[in-house]
C-alpha cells in the first residue's frame, strides 16, 4: 500500500487484546497506518488477530514488550506519531501469585518502551494505561445499602490528586510505571499522557473471572453458568464502554502536546453500578433467573471506587455517552453473534 508522507502512524502494544483490537480498527477506519505488538498470551487474542486481519491491513509482530531490543527496534524504524501502551498483566489475583512476570510486564516493559521513545522517537505521543488500583483501598467513610456500597459524601468521586497508595503487586508495577511515564515528560520533555482507568467493558472482550468482570458475568449469565461472587457482590465501579475510550484516544491523538498530562477515566457518577445490580440487569435482559455463590473477598478489592471525570470534560471536552443499558445490550448482542468461538476460547 502506497502511504503518503502525511498518513499517521500508530503502534499498539497489547494491540490483539481487547482495548488494543477496538482501537486498531477505529484508528484505521480514521485513515491511519495501524502496527500490533502482543506477546498473544491472552486467551481470545488469536481470534481477535484472525478478525483483524479480515477487515484491516496493519503490521503485526508478535513480540514481548519485556524485550527491549526488539521493542526499541520497532519504535526507532517507525517512528509512530502515537503509540498506544496498552499491553500489560491486567489481573491483580495472578499478580499475587506470579509477581514477577506482573512486575516484568508492567513495570520493566513499560519502562522498555519510554526508553526508546526518549532515545529514538522523541516525537511520538505515548498513551499509557493505568489504573485506578494506584489509589488503594481508599481514605473513605463507606456506607452501604441492600445493593451497593455508596461513599459516606454523596460526591466523592476520586480526582487525580487523590492520595497514591499502590495495594497489590498489580497497583506497584502499574503504579510504577504510571510514575515513570509521568516522569519522563518532565524530565525528558516527552509527550506523554497517563489514563487512569476504572473498569472498561464492551465487544471482543474476553472477560475472564480475573478481569473483565461485566463482560464475564454477562458471558457466564448467558451460557448459565453459576456465578462465582467473591465478597457480598455490593461492590462498585464506574464503567465506561469502549467505543467511549477508544473515541478519547482519538481525541487525544489530535491534541497538542497536554501539559497537565494525568487523568482519571471511567463512567463516572452516572454510571456506576454494583455486581449486585449488575445480576439484576441481566436477569432482566436475559429473562432468566441468574444462580449464584458468595465466596471469600479477594485481596486488594476495592468496596468502591467511582472516576471524577471532570477534568478530562473540561480539558479535553470528552464525556462518556453509551449508558449502561446500551452497553451491556451491545455485549449480548455480540455474545449471540459469537456463541460458539467465545464458548470455545472461554471453555464456558
Ligand atoms: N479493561 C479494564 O477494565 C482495565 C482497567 C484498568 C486498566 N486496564 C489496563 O488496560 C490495558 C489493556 O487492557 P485490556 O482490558 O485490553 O486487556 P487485554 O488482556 O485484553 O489486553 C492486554 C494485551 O496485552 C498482551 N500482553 C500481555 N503481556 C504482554 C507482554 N509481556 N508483551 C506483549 N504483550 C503482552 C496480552 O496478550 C493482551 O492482548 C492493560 O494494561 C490493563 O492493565 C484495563
Not at 500500500?1 to 500508530?10: E, H, P, R, Y
Not at 441492600?146 to 487523590?162: L, T, V
Not at 477508544?246 to 497538542?256: A, D, E, G, H
Not at 477534568?311 to 455474545?335: A, H, Q, T
Amino acid at each position: 500500500m502506497l502511504m503518503s508522507k502525511k498518513t499517521k502512524k500508530i503502534l499498539i502494544t497489547g494491540g490483539v487484546g481487547f482495548m488494543g483490537t477496538n482501537s486498531a480498527i477505529y484508528f484505521y477506519k480514521k485513515g491511519w497506518k495501524v502496527f500490533l505488538v502482543d506477546d498473544c498470551s491472552r486467551k481470545g487474542t488469536l481470534n481477535n488477530l484472525s478478525n483483524l486481519n479480515k477487515n484491516i491491513k496493519f503490521k503485526f509482530y508478535r513480540i514481548n514488550v519485556e524485550n527491549y531490543n526488539k521493542i526499541s527496534k520497532i519504535i526507532s524504524n517507525l517512528k509512530p506519531n502515537l503509540i498506544l501502551h496498552c499491553a500489560g498483566q491486567v489481573a491483580v489475583t495472578k499478580s499475587i501469585t506470579d509477581p514477577k512476570t506482573d512486575f516484568n510486564t508492567n513495570a520493566l516493559g513499560t519502562f522498555n518502551i519510554i526508553e526508546s521513545i526518549r532515545l529514538y522517537s522523541r516525537k511520538s505521543k505515548l498513551i499509557f494505561i493505568s489504573t485506578n488500583k494506584v489509589y488503594g483501598s481508599l481514605n473513605e467513610k463507606i456506607l452501604s445499602n441492600k445493593k451497593r456500597y455508596i461513599f459516606k459524601k454523596s460526591n466523592n468521586a476520586i480526582k487525580e490528586n487523590y492520595q497514591l497508595d499502590f495495594y497489590s503487586p498489580y497497583g506497584c508495577s502499574k503504579g510504577s510505571a504510571d510514575q515513570y511515564v509521568r516522569d519522563y515528560s518532565r524530565i525528558y520533555k516527552l509527550d506523554t499522557i497517563v489514563l487512569r482507568l476504572s473498569c472498561v467493558y464492551g465487544i471482543k472482550q474476553f472477560g475472564i473471572e480475573d478481569h473483565g468482570w461485566i463482560t464475564w458475568l454477562t458471558i457466564a449469565s448467558y451460557f448459565n453458568r453459576k456465578l462465582n461472587i467473591y465478597g457480598d457482590g455490593k461492590q462498585v465501579r464506574d464503567i465506561l464502554f469502549i467505543d467511549d475510550l477508544v473515541r478519547l484516544f482519538f481525541i487525544i491523538s489530535k491534541t497538542k502536546k497536554i501539559k497537565n498530562n494525568l487523568y482519571n477515566i471511567g463512567g463516572g457518577i452516572k454510571n456506576s453500578l454494583s455486581i449486585i445490580e449488575l445480576k439484576d440487569i441481566l436477569e432482566k435482559k436475559l429473562k432468566k433467573k441468574i444462580r449464584y455463590k458468595n465466596y471469600n473477598w479477594r485481596q486488594g478489592d476495592q468496596k468502591i471506587y467511582i472516576s471524577n471525570i471532570s477534568k478530562v470534560r473540561k480539558d479535553l471536552g470528552w464525556y462518556p455517552k453509551i449508558s449502561i443499558n446500551k452497553g451491556i445490550e451491545n455485549v449480548i448482542s455480540w455474545i449471540k453473534d459469537n456463541e460458539n468461538n467465545i464458548k470455545k476460547i472461554l471453555n464456558v
